[in-house]
């Protein structure tokens, strides 16, 4: 059971980046998934999921209109769209799949991890 995450990098403010996670050795479809983020110094943030037990998508504020989550089941794969970047959005972000029956985007619900990827906003 893996997940690989790929697609981070350096992006100046107001630019967009797409990354992408990988699962093998599961599929992904019947999972709930999330991105989640740690800044240096912080705790590691739900920024957006999608539950399995409600289909709902959740999302913390400071993302709304920003980030989108997807899936493409035939590859077995997620993606995270980042647009209209931050400095504040600057932090290592990581893929996440869980099965436990829950609610939200909080770290407990989510078994599976992928290695992270950093992403970076400055000019």
């Known amino acids: 059971v893996q997940l690989q995450a790929f697609g981070g990098g350096l992006v100046q403010p107001g630019g967009s980046l797409r990354l992408s996670c990988a699962a093998s050795g599961f599929t992904l479809d019947y999972y709930s998934i999330g991105w989640f983020r740690q800044a240096p110094g912080k705790e590691r943030e739900g920024v957006i999921c999608i539950s399995s037990s409600d289909g709902s998508t959740y999302y913390i504020d400071s993302v709304k209109g920003r980030f989108t989550i997807s899936r493409d089941n035939a590859k077995n794969t997620m993606y995270l769209q980042m647009n209209s970047l931050k400095s504040e959005d600057t932090a290592v972000y990581y893929c996440?799949?869980?099965?436990?029956?829950?609610?939200?985007?909080?770290?407990?619900?989510?078994?599976?991890w992928g290695q992270g990827t950093q992403v970076t906003v400055s000019s």
């Open positions: 996440a799949a869980g099965d436990r029956t829950g609610y939200g985007c909080h770290v407990p619900l989510y078994d599976y």
